[in-house]
């Protein structure tokens, strides 16, 4: 059996598949894996054979057009631009099925091209005619710049590759024959309207080479864990507010500052909290009991997988849907956007965190459907009964 992974070149994405595929490829399953460079160790820790897809992280954007005008021309011309890496050795290598990233529409593109079998991987939320988070976006018109040259790639893309035309809704509401989601069916929205086409897995959780040596407090103290993702940490004023509301609480606190604070920047640091540039997220995530959150999906997933509670300061659209989602299900004791955050505020939702017994036992709930749904080993197993079903002769 041979299989094919095409993902998106951003790294949370890459992650996420990482361990479904090392589990492929324990079960016997030649993996043939996509990334660019950079990623090349992280795919070769999986057991796949990778293979270089040149990716510019910003292609697509156009200056002086918002995120959201550009963000159908962004994975466009994504796939305009690694499309030539991919066909030739899917053509040499003749892979049984294409696992293709919810996103990566160069996959797509093959799949068509090729008439190979696809199944699409979905590390956020999916959609349907129930609900889609697409359609919360705002419209732009005709004659935008981005969306003008987004249509036209599409319909070059219709003539070359006999694809359906890849409008905004057919971009982020894609879908194949069968898909596995990285969330527990619960926290989709509307995810009871999902068919059996549609495998929640839940969080995807193995080991990750490289993560910075840790070691949990042995005080006997609740642990909040603080990280607001790659993207945000520079926001030295957040410090300012934390530490005088946790400096005289009974806690440990441990915050992942990212690589451009350093923590001499940050003034006086109270003996109860530890700063570290980068932590080994899942091994704090499976030994701390609170986590503010900026609310990235794959964070979010990975703290429910341990039971973890948390506290939200979303920064981005997709983030903020997240943060309700989890106040609406009794995860997280508050969501604050940035302007919302004060001393007051953060005291006020820390101390709601931590005392109120019902978001553990939620957070509980979720952890245990996760693990009854199996993870990255019955995501594997779905992948191989997908193949034996319907790709192999």
Known sequence: MKAAFIPVGAGGHILASTPMVTELVKKGVDVIYFAPENQKVRVDATGARWFNMHMDPAAGLLPGEDFLACIPLVFLTQAKDC?????????EEKPDLLIVDQLAIAGRLASSKLGIPMIMFHSTYVANDKWSISRFWPEYPDTNPARMQAKALAEEFTEKYGIEHLDVFKIFEGHADFNIVTLARSFQPAGESFGDDYFFAGAQ????????AWEAPTN????????LGSLFNNWPEFYEMLFPVVKD???NVLCSLGNVLKPEDLGEIPANVQMMAFTPQLEVLSKCDFFLTHAGVGSVMEALHFGVPCMCIPQMDEQIMTAARMVELGVASASLLKEQVTEDTLREAITKLLNDKSFVENAK??????????GAPAAADKVIEYMKAHCLK
């Open 249 to 251: 609480m009974d806690i």
């Open 365 to 374: 709930v979720i952890a245990d459907e996760m693990e009854a749904a199996g």
């Open 205 to 212: 959780i193995a080991k990750r080479g490289g993560d910075s």
């Open 220 to 227: 006997g103290k609740p642990l909040l864990y603080t990280s």
């Open 83 to 91: 499309i030539d890496d991919i066909l030739p050795v899917l053509e």
